[in-house]
């Protein structure tokens, strides 16, 4: 494994351990954004995850959402901003927001780590952009 590897492992433990469940995902963002991520790009369904970290990039393949043919559905900002508020409430697993996400349309988002936006896009150039606000993480 390499260093960039063992580097980005160790931050998501450590995010993971400190992420409180209701508006986790900031200290997540800061956690990584420490440890040198500046770009985070999740494609879905596939869930493939490619990071730009200061030294390199990495991608990272999770269990995709799902297989075989499916139909993509139409973007859908209203439902996306609904699968948002539940994830920020606590009131979703991750995978559980992938889901949701994806059933509204998205296909893939990226996190800019400097800049603190996330923004989420379909399949015909659609899109939606959230800010999150700065932590502080020890």
Same mark, same amino acid.
């Given at each position: 494994?390499? $260093?960039?590897?063992? =580097?980005?492992?160790?931050?998501?433990?450590?995010?993971?351990? +400190?992420?409180? =469940?209701?508006?986790?995902?900031p200290v997540l963002?800061?956690?990584?954004?420490?440890?040198?991520?500046?770009? $985070? =790009?999740w494609y879905l369904p596939s869930c493939q995850s490619v990071y730009?970290?200061?030294?390199?990039?990495?991608?990272?393949?999770?269990?995709? +959402?799902?297989?075989?043919?499916h139909e993509i559905p139409n973007f859908q900002k209203e439902k996306l901003i609904e699968a948002l508020r539940t994830d920020q409430e606590g009131k979703s697993t991750?995978?559980?927001?992938?889901?949701a996400a994806w059933k509204a349309g998205v296909v893939g988002y990226d996190v800019d780590?400097?800049?603190? =936006?996330?923004?989420?896009?379909?399949?015909n150039g659609e899109s939606y952009t959230e800010e999150y606000p700065a932590v502080v993480v020890d």
């Open positions: 494994m390499s $260093n960039l590897s063992t =580097k980005l492992l160790e931050a998501q433990k450590r995010a993971i351990s +400190l992420r409180p =469940k209701v508006g986790g995902f963002a800061e956690v990584l954004r420490q440890e040198g991520v500046t770009l $985070n =790009k730009r970290m200061q030294g390199g990039f990495l991608v990272q393949q999770g269990t995709p +959402l799902v297989t075989g043919l991750f995978l559980e927001f992938l889901m780590f400097i800049e603190r =936006k996330v923004l989420y896009y379909g399949i």
